[in-house]
Each structure stands twice: as C-alpha cells, then as structure tokens.
C-alpha cells in the first residue's frame, strides 16, 4: 500500500476536504461570495470562481497570485511579489468585514523555494498577533509566471 506524501496530501487531499467543510457549513449558514478584484483588463471573461466565500463566520479565501493588478503581470521581484499577493489576501478580508490576524489557515505555493525568506519577511509585517497555521509548498510553474499563489482560511472573532 503506498503511503501519501505531504505534497499530495496538501495539494489533492486538502482541498477536497475543505470544499465537503464549506458544502458542510452552506447548508448550515449564511453564505456569500465575493468577486474576484483586480482582475486586467486584458482578461475579457470573469474568472469562474469567487475570491472568497463567507460560511457563517467562516471565510474561505480562493488562490490568489503576485500579478500586478494595474499591468497584470507578476512582480518583478519575489519580495515584491510577496507584497502584491499578501495586499490582496488583505483586501479581500477586509472587504469581509476581517482582518490578517483573523486568518486561521494559509497556503503558499512558491515557484521557487529559494523565495522562502524573502516572503517571510514581507508577510511578518501584515499580523500584529499569532500566526496562523501555515503551509509554504514548493509549486513549480504557477499561473502567468507568477512567484506566489496564496489561499487561506479567515475566522471571524465571537
């Protein structure tokens, strides 16, 4: 019998356990979806997802990446990158009527993991509390060149 791997367990198997937690959660509350922000104007057709949707007092944040909203295309820089993907992250919490420190749960892919301390040391700057639990994955290519896709898991306070 093979065994999974980390890799594969947060690639294929977390997600699908987080979309039966968020079929779970609708039927039990109030759900809204927000719409994906800062899209190009060179993309003529919506993208077929929300950027978050909010279950009771659970928000599930869609994958995001670095691209620059006003050109999009992706940082320059992974420094640079990480700023552009954790302001959008920010953006749609906020929209949620959240906060960073409400984060429970994120996931970063990384082209490469030799960005591991650059983006440390940008998304240390966006919590003022603990930390949320974390999963920093090596992806290879990523969506239009991009250094980073993030996602996540925001909890609102009682």
């Keep these: 019998m093979k065994l999974l791997t980390n890799e594969v367990i947060m690639r294929y198997v977390a997600p699908v356990a987080l979309a039966m937690l968020v079929s779970t959660a609708s039927h039990a509350a109030t759900v809204e979806h927000f719409a994906p922000e800062g899209v190009p104007a060179s993309v003529t057709t919506a993208p077929p997802f929300s950027s978050a949707v909010m279950a009771g007092d659970t928000l599930y944040i869609s994958g995001t990446t670095d691209h620059d909203p006003a050109t999009g295309k992706p940082a320059l820089d992974a420094t640079a990158g990480a700023k552009i993907v954790l302001d959008n992250i ?16 994120v996931q970063i892919f990384a082209s490469d993991l030799k960005n591991f301390a650059a983006f440390n040391a940008v998304y240390r700057t966006y919590f003022k509390g603990p930390m949320p639990a ?9 969506l239009g060149g991009a250094h980073y896709e993030v996602m996540g898991i925001a909890v609102k306070p009682k």
Excluded: C, N, Q
């Excluded at 974390?134 to 990523?142: K, N």
């Design 90 to 105: 920010k953006k749609t919490v906020e929209k949620a009527g959240l906060t960073m420190d409400d984060l429970v749960w």
């Design 134 to 142: 974390r999963a920093f994955i090596g992806a290879g290519s990523l």
